[in-house]
């Protein structure tokens, strides 16, 4: 998959669930939930991994079968534009499918509408907490409920441009530079190239990590609250603005549209940085960049809190009728071979077992034509993981990030201060 397709993915706004009946689930012999003699068909929508990822899915569906004869998964997809509205208007009419993919960051919006993987339903699903990264399975909690099983982790990293730095005469980064040494590179190539050397975005996930590495701060209140105008998020905000109004380094979005600005003109050698996530770490040298690419840490300053990590897994939908088979189908598309094959694909794993195999994956397909990658990916993405925060949204966070688009690019060209652009943010966007 083209990395401009995949970056949308974490930028664009969950959506709000207004109801949801009937089943998503077909039992040709008859049975319902707990029916394990009869066979079901279980509907699982999934977004549009591309023609390899989407592979890799209907492979592991047959798997479910191939380990319970009775369940035969019939698994749909649509674009990541479409899916969340798709399954709004799923649950709202009673279509819902049985196996739901869910992302983190609209979990808020969706935890009604699904049932939680617990007591039978996670011994069903084979589910041992000790065999998974912890940060992975609390971005899929709601409420201290594990809602969904995770397929993959996804952190924040500051992606590079090798080239771009060797050319300017500037020293690589490390893991555990800090803001201020972030500041001085990034000048010094852009007085080089005479073009601003970071691309800045108003992506949620994307701006929000780097905030949060600044100075810990955060747009939601660990109890699901927006807070743009905490101290600490102005603060934040006002550095990161600072660096496209006062320090002239960062290439800023062009309108409100360009969501996903800083990667797209990262992968177009428009800028030598930019922050991402760790799902692109293949995709963004494979695909897309026509030069060597580093990962390093995201910066972080004297209060910085780490990094945000989102991750995406399957739950099941509160009106199934075959909750049962759906959790030993979960089970199997989240055990350790299943992840294998995903992290084969370029996810990073969320079960520890799989991290293996998904750095030998970038071994072999990547360091040929950029040698030490895997080895660098592998150690950002256990430093990264280490100090991940689950990012928390709220659940009417598709508004939200409308607003963050409009308000947040008037900051950035200057037309109106950071302080104006949270307080409208904040105004227009709080429950």
């Given at each position: 998959?083209?990395?401009?397709?995949?970056?949308?993915?974490?930028?664009?706004?969950?959506?709000?669930v207004?109801?949801?009946?009937?089943?998503?689930?077909?039992?040709?012999?008859?049975?319902?939930e707990?029916?394990?003699?009869?066979?079901?068909?279980?509907?699982?929508?999934?977004?549009?991994?591309?023609d390899?990822?989407?592979?890799?899915?209907?492979d592991?569906?047959?798997?479910?079968?191939?380990?319970?004869?009775?369940?035969?998964?019939?698994?749909t997809?649509?674009?990541?534009?479409d899916?969340?509205?798709?399954?709004?208007?799923?649950?709202?009419?009673?279509?819902?499918?049985?196996?739901?993919?869910?992302?983190?960051?609209?979990?808020?919006?969706?935890a009604?509408?699904?049932?939680?993987?617990?007591?039978?339903?996670?011994?069903?699903?084979?589910?041992t907490?000790?065999?998974?990264?912890?940060?992975?399975?609390?971005?899929?909690q709601?409420g201290?409920?594990?809602?969904?099983?995770?397929?993959?982790?996804?952190?924040?990293?500051?992606?590079?441009?090798?080239?771009?730095?060797?050319?300017?005469?500037?020293?690589?980064?490390?893991?555990?530079?800090?803001?201020?040494?972030?500041?001085?590179?990034?000048?010094?190539i852009?007085?080089?190239?005479?073009?601003?050397?970071?691309?800045?975005?108003?992506?949620?996930?994307?701006?929000?990590?780097?905030?949060?590495?600044?100075?810990?701060?955060?747009?939601?209140s660990?109890?699901?609250?927006?807070?743009?105008?905490?101290?600490?998020?102005?603060?934040?905000?006002t550095?990161?603005?600072?660096?496209?109004t006062?320090?002239k380094?960062?290439?800023?979005?062009?309108?409100?549209?360009?969501?996903?600005?800083?990667e797209?003109q990262?992968?177009?050698?428009?800028?030598?940085?930019?922050?991402?996530?760790?799902?692109?770490?293949?995709?963004?040298?494979?695909?897309?960049?026509?030069?060597?690419?580093?990962?390093?840490?995201?910066?972080?300053?004297?209060d910085?809190a780490?990094?945000?990590?989102?991750?995406?897994?399957?739950?099941?939908s509160?009106?199934?009728?075959?909750k049962?088979?759906?959790?030993?189908?979960?089970?199997?598309?989240?055990d350790?071979t299943?992840?294998?094959?995903?992290?084969n694909?370029?996810?990073?794993p969320?079960?520890?077992?799989?991290?293996?195999a998904?750095?030998?994956?970038?071994?072999?397909?990547?360091?040929?034509?950029?040698?030490?990658?895997?080895?660098?990916?592998?150690?950002?993405t256990?430093?990264?993981?280490?100090?991940?925060?689950?990012?928390?949204?709220?659940s009417?966070?598709?508004?939200?990030?409308?607003l963050m688009?409009q308000?947040?690019?008037?900051?950035?060209?200057?037309?109106?201060?950071p302080?104006?652009?949270?307080?409208?943010?904040?105004?227009s966007?709080?429950?």
């Amino acid at each position: 998959m083209k990395l401009a397709k995949k970056l949308t993915a974490i930028a664009l706004g969950g959506a709000l669930v207004l109801g949801a009946s009937a089943c998503g689930a077909s039992t040709p012999s008859g049975g319902g939930e707990g029916a394990a003699a009869g066979n079901v068909t279980l509907d699982w929508s999934f977004w549009a991994q591309g023609d390899e990822g989407n592979k890799t899915w209907k492979d592991l569906a047959s798997q479910v079968t191939a380990k319970y004869p009775n369940i035969t998964i019939n698994l749909t997809t649509a674009p990541f534009a479409d899916y969340f509205t798709k399954l709004q208007s799923q649950l709202a009419s009673g279509t819902a499918p049985c196996i739901v993919s869910m992302q983190s960051l609209r979990l808020p919006a969706f935890a009604k509408a699904m049932t939680p993987i617990d007591g039978d339903l996670a011994k069903a699903a084979g589910f041992t907490e000790s065999e998974w990264d912890g940060g992975a399975l609390k971005a899929l909690q709601n409420g201290d409920k594990q809602y969904a099983l995770p397929y993959g982790l996804s952190t924040m990293l500051m992606y590079y441009n090798k080239d771009a730095f060797k050319a300017a005469g500037v020293d690589e980064p490390k893991d555990g530079w800090t803001t201020d040494e972030f500041v001085s590179a990034a000048e010094k190539i852009t007085k080089a190239t005479g073009k601003p050397a970071f691309g800045q975005t108003f992506s949620d996930l994307h701006m929000s990590a780097q905030l949060l590495a600044y100075n810990g701060a955060k747009p939601v209140s660990d109890s699901g609250e927006l807070q743009m105008t905490d101290p600490a998020f102005e603060s934040a905000f006002t550095w990161y603005t600072g660096l496209a109004t006062d320090k002239k380094i960062s290439s800023i979005p062009a309108s409100s549209a360009d969501v996903p600005w800083g990667e797209q003109q990262f992968v177009a050698g428009n800028v030598a940085m930019a922050v991402d996530g760790s799902w692109n770490v293949k995709s963004n040298v494979t695909d897309a960049a026509g030069f060597k690419v580093g990962v390093v840490t995201l910066p972080q300053g004297p209060d910085g809190a780490g990094t945000f990590s989102a991750n995406s897994g399957f739950g099941i939908s509160s009106t199934c009728k075959s909750k049962t088979e759906a959790a030993q189908a979960i089970g199997v598309l989240t055990d350790a071979t299943s992840q294998m094959a995903s992290a084969n694909s370029g996810n990073q794993p969320a079960r520890t077992a799989a991290i293996p195999a998904f750095i030998d994956g970038l071994k072999k397909d990547i360091d040929p034509k950029n040698p030490g990658y895997s080895e660098q990916v592998a150690a950002v993405t256990k430093a990264s993981s280490a100090k991940a925060v689950p990012f928390i949204s709220t659940s009417n966070w598709d508004k939200v990030t409308k607003l963050m688009a409009q308000q947040f690019q008037q900051a950035y060209s200057g037309k109106s201060s950071p302080q104006d652009a949270l307080k409208n943010v904040q105004q227009s966007g709080a429950k």
